[in-house]
């Protein structure tokens, strides 16, 4: 295709509208709709691989309307009334096909690549740790919406009425919907008994991903391999509609998008652990000595140093020979619903915790005793506060000699309610022969590390549950 007729074909089509309606929807969604892209180490601005897959997430919707406005697309020689007349005409039906269809992809495969190139101009500047690992996801995300786009051309000729453009946008979208809700959800229960659901190979024909929950996370090769294969049948099936003149040969193009399904979930990886995977080379550690980030993080190394340094010299204090002896980013990728796994030698943090993301300095080294005294045992992926944030403030305070607030991101009114608890127990312990407060002490790691009792209690004197 040339340029004076790309030129053409964009003046006659609706695929710069296309393009636009695309790109200015997903900008809308990112920038004025608040939600867990605007936060933390998972913002859709503060890495690149969270960048990708947050973008991609916006598929459940985009993709719907790529397929509507391609079906739209396909009836406009319907519209014009000049389906008979083309037929007679030299010019292959192919080619004819070939020019729309390519000036549609190209117009939403450019939307989606600015739309990207908007979110890497901010990634830039946040983050000194630049690959190419995250590069898959956003070819893949642009592939589906030309792959949409042509399926949809192809069924608007193929079934030339004004209801075809609306059905098939609803149509996809209950699909996508339907992929990350219910047909592409498995059913399971956590070793704690936590009912819980997981995403299964079907989910994964699906061209948007689940939301970015971990900034270590990626998507598996063999889910890219799976994906591209699945698109491209259908986009093979949608130009194949294009080109097709009788209802046996409508009939025959289904085979492409029916055989790159089947080859797909063939290819899909069926472990959820295997789709949604570490990225090695992101969690690689870069250390200071005892202190250590990921290599995705290497840039918040300077400021840790410090505060780790001293809250692992204080809790030797403490503690003495059972005291940790490292600070470490937690690299564990667990599903969530499930209980997390600590080390009584190494303090490990993540920087999304509450009282470690807006800690600096002094406060940042209360918090990493925090850490490494009383760990949290909430199951991964969820949040609460209770006794575990309780016994961090004593804990902290009975390292300190001296009660400190563990303010974090938490509301207000929660500082007052953990410093309520905590204070008469505190007292208390602080009360006891150094032996007795100890023994609390170790009871209160033992229920802490191994997620089996009330860490709080134990301060208390009480039974672990």
């Known amino acids: 295709m040339n340029i004076r007729v790309l030129r053409i074909e964009l003046k006659r089509s609706i695929a710069p509208w296309a393009g636009a309606v695309v790109l200015t929807t997903a900008l809308a969604f990112l920038y004025l709709i608040p939600g867990q892209h605007w936060r933390g180490t998972t913002a859709w601005t503060a890495q690149w691989t969270s960048m990708a897959l947050w973008t991609r997430s916006l598929l459940f919707y985009l993709w719907p309307l790529a397929v509507g406005l391609g079906a739209l697309q396909g009836l406009r020689d319907h519209r014009s009334k000049m389906s008979e007349l083309l037929t007679t005409t030299p010019r292959p039906a192919w080619h004819r096909a070939a020019t729309g269809a390519g000036t549609t992809a190209i117009t939403l495969a450019w939307a989606f690549t600015l739309l990207v190139l908007v979110g890497a101009v ?21 592939l589906s919406l030309v792959a949409g786009a042509v399926l949809g051309m192809g069924a608007g000729r193929a079934l030339p009425s004004a209801l075809t453009p609306p059905a098939l946008a609803m149509g996809a979208l209950v699909f996508t919907t339907l992929m990350h809700m219910s047909l592409g959800r498995t059913e399971t229960t956590t070793a704690t008994g936590i009912p819980n659901t997981e995403p299964n190979r079907v989910s994964l024909l699906s061209p948007a991903v689940e939301e970015v929950r971990d900034v270590l996370v990626t998507l598996s090769a063999s889910v890219h391999v799976g994906q591209t294969l699945w698109l491209l049948g259908m986009a093979a099936t949608g130009f194949a509609l294009l080109v097709a003149a009788t209802p046996r040969a409508r009939l025959l193009a289904l085979t492409p998008v029916l055989a790159g ?8 990886p069926s472990d959820p ?3 949604y995977v570490l990225d090695e080379a992101a969690a690689e550690l870069v250390c200071d000595g005892p202190v250590c980030v990921t290599k995705t993080h ?16 204080l809790l030797h204090g403490a503690l003495g020979s059972q005291a940790p002896v490292s600070v470490r980013e937690n690299t564990a990728v667990l599903p969530d619903g499930s209980t997390p796994r600590w080390s009584r030698k190494t303090v490990l943090f993540d920087f999304d915790d509450d009282i470690i993301a807006a800690a600096k300095g002094e406060e940042l080294t209360w918090a990493l005793i925090a850490k490494g005294m009383v760990p949290g045992c909430a199951p991964v992926g969820w949040s609460g506060f209770g006794g575990d944030e309780f016994a961090q403030t004593v804990a902290v305070g009975w390292v300190l000699g001296d009660l400190k607030p563990l303010h974090g991101t938490r509301p207000a009114d929660l500082h007052h309610k953990a410093d309520a608890e905590a204070r008469p127990v505190w007292t208390e312990l602080k009360a006891l022969p150094r032996a007795e407060q100890l023994s609390r002490i170790n009871a209160m790691r033992a229920a802490a590390f191994s ?5 709080f209690e134990a301060l208390k004197g009480g039974a672990s549950r």
């Open 261 to 268: 399904a089947a080859i797909a979930l063939l290819v899909l």
């Open 122 to 142: 901010s990634v830039l500047a946040n983050t000194d740790y630049t690959h190419l690992g995250w590069l898959p996801i956003s070819l893949v995300g642009a």
């Open 451 to 455: 997620c089996k009792g009330d860490a």
């Open 298 to 313: 290497q840039a918040r190394l300077a400021d840790l140093t410090g505060p780790g340094k001293e809250a692992l010299h």
């Open 273 to 275: 652990r295997r789709m």
